[in-house]
Structure formats: structure tokens, C-alpha cells
């Protein structure tokens, strides 16, 4: 099973930088043995970027999220269907900063992981405690209610295309990091829930990437962690020589 390390850039970058961001990153990889590498740039650049991408071109690109409807009169939203008729593959759902920031509860996170199925696209959903449930020890019991509420609809067949994203609320953006051993815990957990929801091959063959503040000196000893398949990465995903040391870091694990 190939790691998958996944850059989200989130609002950051013009169309301008991006390209070149795109291109430092494209020159700089090695010929990729056990990676998988995904970037997220802002939506509007997504078909220009495709349009760029070569058959020999180790980059897959992914939308930062979807519509939870199917097209129709919703101004200013885009469909999942729109994201593959312009060659993108993958979607990321569930981000916390969509769920707090954006109004995304459990039903609209769910609905759009149904449209992005539906859609043939490859799902990076997340999950993540904030520090308040954490502290009282909620934590296992959140991530399985946002887990489970979001793959309600989806079969075994379906789980192919789902990778899960393990970010802790706090400790996206902020620089502290969860110690390997809390990310292993957790990652453990999931698949444990994955077993009971589906079977044990699901469990084994799905990926768990971990986020939130992972960056070149700490990703050798999380991505190194039996339960971690790599990771989502935010600001350090911005810079191609930080983001390419995280490859390798997976690559090496
Ligand atoms: P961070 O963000 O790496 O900047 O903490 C991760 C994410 O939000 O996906």
C-alpha cells in the first residue's frame, strides 16, 4: 500500500505562484516508489494546473472540497462531477476549518462524500477533536461519530476511494504537533473502527494519513508510525523544498 502525502495550500497563493510552486515541486521529486503525491491548490487554478499536467507527471491534483448538491440552481457552488470533467481526481471533505468555519455539520459532510463517490472521485475525508474534547478524553468518541457518520452510505466496494485524514484540531496551523504515539493511537483506533464497520481487509488496505503541523523535522517519526500512511499537510506544503522533504521522509519510511 503507497503512502500518500497530500499538500492543501487552502486560501494561499495567485495563479501565478501556484504554477511555479507546481513546477518547483514537479522538478523536484525523485522517481516515487511507496509515495503518492497529491496537491490541493485553490479551486479556480484546478483546470489551468490539469491542463499543465503530463501522463509522466507524479502529481495528482485534488479540490479542497465539493458541493454537497448535484448541479442545479446553487450559485457559486461547484459539483463533484465538475471537479473529474476537469481532469481532477480527488476532493478533500470534511476539513475542520469547513466544519467550523463554513457551517459543514455531520449531514452536509456526509452528502458530499456521497456526490464525490458518486462522482468517481477519491476522497481524503477528515476528522480531528478540538483541544476542549481532547482534554476531557472525548476524543476516540468523536473521531468514530465523524467517521461513521460520514461513511454511513458508502459499501465496502466504495471504501477503495475513501483515504481518511487523522488532524487534530489542535494542532492544525499551530505548531504543535501530536506526539508520534498520540497519532499511532489514534490511527490504531480508526482501523479498529473500520474492521467492525466493514471487515479487516478494509481496514488494512484503507489509508490514514496524519495533518496538522507536520513538517520536514518531525515527519521521518510520524510517517514512520506502523498505522500512518503519510500525511495532509498545510503550511508546509506551501514551500517545495519543505514539501519535498516530506516525500522523502514517506518514501523513506
Ligand atoms: P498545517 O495544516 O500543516 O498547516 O497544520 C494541516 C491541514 O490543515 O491540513
Not at 457552488?77 to 473529474?84: N, S, V
Not at 468517481?120 to 478524553?137: A, M
Not at 508510525?225 to 517545495?240: E, K, S, T
Amino acid at each position: 500500500m503507497r503512502n500518500i502525502v497530500a499538500g492543501n495550500w487552502k486560501s494561499n497563493k495567485l495563479m501565478k505562484e501556484g504554477a511555479e510552486l507546481m513546477d518547483a515541486i514537479n522538478k523536484g521529486l525523485p522517481r516515487l516508489q511507496k509515495t503518492e503525491v497529491i496537491v490541493a491548490p485553490p479551486a479556480p487554478f484546478l483546470a489551468h494546473y490539469a491542463s499543465k499536467l503530463d501522463h509522466t507527471s507524479q502529481i495528482q491534483l485534488s479540490a479542497q472540497q465539493c458541493s454537497a448538491n448535484p448541479s442545479g440552481a446553487h450559485t457559486g457552488e461547484f459539483t463533484a462531477e465538475m471537479l473529474r470533467s476537469c481532469g481532477i481526481n480527488t476532493v478533500i471533505i470534511g476539513h475542520s476549518e469547513r466544519r467550523d468555519r463554513f457551517g459543514e455539520n455531520f449531514d452536509v459532510v456526509r452528502e458530499k462524500v456521497e456526490q464525490a463517490v458518486a462522482a468517481n472521485l477519491h476522497v481524503l475525508l477528515c476528522c480531528g477533536e478540538p483541544l476542549e474534547v481532547r482534554e476531557t478524553h472525548g476524543h476516540f468518541e468523536l473521531i468514530a461519530k465523524q467517521l461513521k457518520d460520514a461513511l454511513l452510505e458508502i459499501s465496502i466496494e466504495q471504501m477503495q476511494r475513501i483515504t481518511i485524514a487523522y488532524e487534530p484540531v489542535w494542532a492544525i496551523g499551530t505548531g504543535v504537533t501530536a506526539t508520534a504515539d498520540q497519532a499511532q493511537e489514534m490511527h490504531h483506533f480508526i482501523r479498529k473502527q473500520l474492521t467492525n464497520w466493514y471487515s479487516p481487509e478494509v481496514a488494512g488496505s484503507t489509508r490514514i494519513l496524519y495533518g496538522g503541523s507536520c513538517k520536514p523535522s518531525n515527519a521521518a517519526e510520524i510517517f514512520g508510525q506502523p498505522d500512518v500512511n503519510g500525511g495532509l499537510i498545510g503550511g508546509a506544503a506551501l514551500d517545495a523544498e519543505s514539501f519535498l522533504s516530506l516525500i522523502t521522509a514517506s518514501e523513506a519510511s
